[in-house]
């Protein structure tokens, strides 16, 4: 605990890797892990799943999955979307590269999937208490990088895949943040992590992903870029289906060959492009840095599969107090509940930045920022560092900050008798959490193509 601030706690939490749409199995195991560390599950404060967590509420969301058909299922989250199962522990998750994207799309600046279900949205950051979270979601793709959040339903079979690529006008925000995380979620590793770990094992189990490591593809560039702003004390991720740890040695400055400190053997570094030895904050990231003040220059990285028999997908940690910074946590942070946990809350450095670069929208709704429309505020924005004014001046209640536990459906539920061969992809259905946070902090929202519906069920042919 640390001595600067006696009132912040450690965390107790689990790490999930992949979803894949098995809750059931994923709180069976972190009860059982629990149990054998001498621990309950209600003294967790959280468990994260970091993507492909698989939201599906009905047999139509499987039709905005980028999963081969033959390999769909329901899963189990729809009981929990209709309130037949309930999660036993604050759930945080991110977004993969197998989702219903139709649902999270809903969503885009966060909100619940499911009570005690939180979803980050495409980026964001949130605080549990004094504790501050990061999260990306989807995977790096460079031929959709800088497009414009542009796919709308219906989805064609080019927009299933790249409605879950991250995009760089959300990755430019992240890269905004002047004030140090504790957590970094990404569904895809941050690049290059794997030669800070065991990777002579990891490429003993995993042969092909040598090929991807040397040519600089094995994981996401903008994860990297971001962790290296950051140098979060901790980082977990997905995506890879194994699990493996490396303790990143963040370089000083940018012209630090990153090898130069790690013991890799020649066979290995004969193997590699020289551009590999430079610094990861290149573009974006190199012409708006301004990093965060941080003692912090390690990030311990991890990673972990998805649920199955004898598979490395759960892991419990105790994460230590954040040290004392410049900006130390306002009192409302640290206050408890009866339990003994911390409130969930917005983050005001992240609200600041989501007003200072408003999403553009078309007269259709569908989400057209890119970074050449970016560029010209991130000009701006760099001569003075996103703050709190607005935020300040706006919003003095405290409560404001607390994120509302205002879910509710919007969408049929799954039943046994509705056809899972039906192709046919839903319609919309505007998410009323994503109405009421853009008109409480003055964001721009997007504009829905359908009516609310308030009884998921009602007039609605399903199956």
């Known amino acids: 605990m640390s001595p600067s601030n006696p009132a912040v706690r450690p965390l107790r939490i689990a790490v999930e890797g992949c979803g894949h749409g098995s809750l059931d199995i994923i709180y069976k195991e972190a009860d059982a892990a629990c149990q054998a560390r001498g ?4 003294d967790l404060d ?26 769909r299922h ?44 939180y979803y980050m949205g495409a980026v964001g950051v949130i605080r549990y208490g004094p504790y501050r979270i990061l999260g990306m979601s989807g995977i790096y793709d460079s031929k959709d990088y800088r497009r414009p959040h542009d796919e709308r339903l219906p989805y064609n079979r080019d927009e299933i895949r790249s409605i879950y690529h991250v995009r760089e006008c959300d990755v430019a925000k992240l890269l905004q943040l002047r004030h140090p995380v504790d957590i970094g979620l990404s569904h895809d590793w941050p690049r290059r992590v794997e030669w800070f770990g065991d990777y002579e094992k990891l490429f003993a189990e995993r042969p092909h992903f040598f090929d991807s490591a040397r040519s600089d593809r094995l994981g996401s560039l903008p994860a990297e870029q971001v962790m290296g702003h950051l140098k979060p004390k901790h980082w977990v991720s997905g995506h890879m289906h194994i699990g493996f740890s490396a303790t990143i040695k963040h370089a000083q400055h940018d012209s630090k060959d990153m090898f130069k400190e790690l013991s890799i053997p020649d066979k290995w570094k004969q193997a590699l492009p020289k551009a590999m030895s430079r610094n990861c904050l290149t573009g974006v990231a190199r012409a708006h840095e301004q990093s965060p003040q941080t003692t912090d220059m390690t990030t311990q990285f991890l990673a972990l599969d998805k649920p199955g028999h004898g598979n490395d997908f759960l892991r419990l940690l105790e994460i230590e107090a954040p040290p004392s910074r410049r900006t130390p946590p306002a009192a409302h942070y640290l206050e408890r509940l009866s339990d003994g946990k911390y409130n969930l809350f917005y983050d005001e450095e992240w609200l600041s930045i989501l007003r200072e670069f408003p999403t553009a929208t078309s007269h259709d709704g569908t989400i057209l920022q890119t970074m050449d429309q970016l560029s010209t505020d991130l000009d701006t924005v760099m001569s003075r560092p996103a703050t709190t004014r607005w935020i300040d001046a706006s919003l003095p209640v405290e409560e404001l900050f607390i994120i509302p536990r205002n879910f509710r459906p919007h969408a049929p539920v799954y039943s046994p008798d509705d056809s899972l061969e039906d192709s046919t992809q839903p319609p919309e259905y505007p998410n009323s959490q994503t109405e009421t946070f853009c008109k409480t902090f003055g964001i721009a929202g997007v504009p829905a193509r359908s009516v609310m519906v308030d009884d998921p069920n009602e007039d609605i042919v399903f199956g």
């Open 39 to 42: 621990w309950q599950l209600e």
């Open 46 to 71: 959280f468990l994260i799943i970091c993507g492909d967590f698989q939201a599906v509420r009905n047999a139509r969301d499987l039709n905005c999955m980028s999963v081969p058909k033959r390999y």
């Open 74 to 117: 329901m899963g189990d989250f729809h009981r929990y979307y209709s309130g037949e199962s309930r999660a036993p522990v604050l759930t945080i998750v991110i977004g993969g590269n197998h989702e219903a994207s139709n649902y999270l799309s809903e969503l885009p600046y966060g909100g619940w999937l499911a009570p005690n279900i």
